[in-house]
Protein backbone atom coordinates (compact mmCIF):
# COMPACT_ATOMS: atom_id res chain seq x y z
CA UNK A 1 0.00 0.00 0.00
CA UNK A 2 2.36 2.86 -1.30
CA UNK A 3 5.48 3.37 0.31
CA UNK A 4 6.70 2.48 4.40
CA UNK A 5 4.67 5.02 6.81
CA UNK A 6 7.05 4.40 9.89
CA UNK A 7 9.90 2.20 10.00
CA UNK A 8 8.61 -0.47 12.91
CA UNK A 9 5.16 -0.59 14.84
CA UNK A 10 4.42 1.33 17.62
CA UNK A 11 3.64 -0.23 21.03
CA UNK A 12 -0.51 -0.04 21.36
CA UNK A 13 -2.48 -2.29 19.78
CA UNK A 14 -3.90 0.66 17.30
CA UNK A 15 -0.14 1.72 16.18
CA UNK A 16 0.42 -2.36 15.36
CA UNK A 17 -3.37 -2.60 13.93
CA UNK A 18 -2.33 0.65 11.32
CA UNK A 19 1.01 -0.15 11.09
CA UNK A 20 0.22 -3.63 9.32
CA UNK A 21 -2.58 -1.96 7.56
CA UNK A 22 -0.06 0.81 5.62
CA UNK A 23 2.78 -1.23 5.42
CA UNK A 24 1.92 -4.90 5.22
CA UNK A 25 -1.46 -5.25 3.13
CA UNK A 26 -1.53 -8.36 1.05
CA UNK A 27 -0.59 -7.37 -2.66
CA UNK A 28 -3.16 -9.87 -3.81
CA UNK A 29 -5.76 -8.05 -2.04
CA UNK A 30 -7.02 -4.43 -3.65
CA UNK A 31 -5.70 -1.73 -1.26
CA UNK A 32 -8.70 -0.34 1.08
CA UNK A 33 -10.22 2.96 1.22
CA UNK A 34 -11.73 2.66 4.20
CA UNK A 35 -12.82 0.33 7.31
CA UNK A 36 -15.52 -1.46 5.36
CA UNK A 37 -13.20 -2.56 2.82
CA UNK A 38 -10.72 -3.35 5.19
CA UNK A 39 -13.25 -5.82 7.59
CA UNK A 40 -14.44 -6.95 3.81
CA UNK A 41 -10.66 -7.91 2.53
CA UNK A 42 -9.64 -9.63 5.98
CA UNK A 43 -13.33 -11.54 6.67
CA UNK A 44 -12.65 -12.90 3.07
CA UNK A 45 -9.39 -14.36 3.54
CA UNK A 46 -9.89 -15.44 6.26
CA UNK A 47 -13.71 -16.79 6.52
CA UNK A 48 -14.21 -14.78 9.86
CA UNK A 49 -16.21 -12.32 10.08
CA UNK A 50 -15.08 -9.00 11.38
CA UNK A 51 -16.91 -5.91 11.32
CA UNK A 52 -16.04 -2.58 10.13
CA UNK A 53 -16.53 -0.76 13.47
CA UNK A 54 -14.62 -3.61 14.92
CA UNK A 55 -11.47 -2.65 12.60
CA UNK A 56 -12.53 1.46 13.48
CA UNK A 57 -12.47 0.89 17.14
CA UNK A 58 -8.67 -1.56 16.87
CA UNK A 59 -7.43 1.48 14.49
CA UNK A 60 -8.36 4.18 16.99
CA UNK A 61 -7.18 2.39 20.80
CA UNK A 62 -11.05 2.12 21.41
CA UNK A 63 -10.58 -1.45 21.74
CA UNK A 64 -7.77 -3.01 23.91
CA UNK A 65 -8.94 -6.22 24.59
CA UNK A 66 -10.50 -7.36 21.33
CA UNK A 67 -11.28 -11.17 21.16
CA UNK A 68 -8.34 -13.79 20.09
CA UNK A 69 -10.63 -14.62 16.98
CA UNK A 70 -10.24 -11.08 15.79
CA UNK A 71 -6.79 -11.39 16.59
CA UNK A 72 -6.01 -14.87 15.04
CA UNK A 73 -7.99 -13.32 11.87
CA UNK A 74 -5.51 -10.36 11.67
CA UNK A 75 -2.98 -12.85 12.23
CA UNK A 76 -3.45 -14.54 9.57
CA UNK A 77 -4.50 -12.21 6.79
CA UNK A 78 -1.61 -10.06 7.15
CA UNK A 79 1.11 -12.98 7.71
CA UNK A 80 2.24 -12.03 11.04
CA UNK A 81 2.38 -14.77 14.46
CA UNK A 82 -0.14 -14.37 17.04
CA UNK A 83 2.56 -13.28 18.92
CA UNK A 84 2.96 -9.62 16.96
CA UNK A 85 0.07 -8.74 19.19
CA UNK A 86 1.92 -8.23 22.19
CA UNK A 87 1.32 -11.12 24.43
CA UNK A 88 4.15 -13.25 24.05
CA UNK A 89 7.19 -11.37 24.98
CA UNK A 90 8.60 -11.35 21.86
CA UNK A 91 7.46 -8.00 19.91
CA UNK A 92 10.88 -6.75 19.25
CA UNK A 93 12.09 -9.62 17.36
CA UNK A 94 9.32 -10.00 15.45
CA UNK A 95 8.96 -5.95 14.90
CA UNK A 96 12.31 -6.01 13.51
CA UNK A 97 11.18 -9.08 11.02
CA UNK A 98 8.14 -7.19 9.52
CA UNK A 99 10.33 -4.06 8.78
CA UNK A 100 12.40 -6.34 7.15
CA UNK A 101 9.68 -7.83 5.33
CA UNK A 102 8.21 -4.03 4.65
CA UNK A 103 11.16 -3.02 2.94
CA UNK A 104 11.84 -5.77 0.96
CA UNK A 105 7.94 -5.13 -0.30
CA UNK A 106 9.47 -1.94 -0.91
CA UNK A 107 12.39 -2.80 -2.78
CA UNK A 108 10.04 -5.07 -5.19
CA UNK A 109 7.70 -2.62 -5.96
CA UNK A 110 10.50 -0.47 -7.23
CA UNK A 111 9.83 2.52 -4.18
CA UNK A 112 13.12 1.72 -2.84
CA UNK A 113 16.24 0.74 -5.39
CA UNK A 114 18.28 -2.57 -4.64
CA UNK A 115 21.47 -0.64 -5.66
CA UNK A 116 21.19 2.10 -2.54
CA UNK A 117 20.58 -1.04 0.21
CA UNK A 118 23.57 -2.72 -1.82
CA UNK A 119 25.90 0.52 -1.22
CA UNK A 120 24.53 0.97 2.39
CA UNK A 121 25.91 -2.48 3.09
CA UNK A 122 29.41 -1.53 1.35
CA UNK A 123 29.78 1.38 3.32
CA UNK A 124 32.29 1.67 6.38
CA UNK A 125 31.00 1.78 9.54
CA UNK A 126 32.00 5.59 9.81
CA UNK A 127 29.99 6.57 7.19
CA UNK A 128 27.25 4.00 7.79
CA UNK A 129 26.49 5.97 11.28
CA UNK A 130 26.30 8.92 9.56
CA UNK A 131 24.03 8.06 6.64
CA UNK A 132 21.82 5.70 9.87
CA UNK A 133 21.54 9.62 11.58
CA UNK A 134 20.44 11.35 8.23
CA UNK A 135 17.64 8.57 7.83
CA UNK A 136 16.55 8.88 11.67
CA UNK A 137 16.43 12.74 11.37
CA UNK A 138 14.78 12.64 8.44
CA UNK A 139 11.88 9.99 9.52
CA UNK A 140 11.75 12.53 12.69
CA UNK A 141 11.03 15.53 10.94
CA UNK A 142 8.47 13.55 8.24
CA UNK A 143 6.27 12.24 11.45
CA UNK A 144 6.65 15.72 12.71
CA UNK A 145 5.56 17.33 9.87
CA UNK A 146 2.26 14.89 9.39
CA UNK A 147 1.48 15.36 13.11
CA UNK A 148 0.96 19.33 12.31
Given at each position: ?13 A?R ?13 E ?14 A??E ?16 N ?50 VL????D ?19 D ?6
Amino acid sequence: MGTVQETSPGASLAERVEWLIRNLWPADAEPPRNNVETAGAIARATGEDISSTTVWKLRTGRQENPQLKTLTALATFFGVPIGYFGFAGEARPIDDDLTLQALRREVEQGLIRPEVLRALVDLSPEARWIVDEMILGAAAADRNRRVI
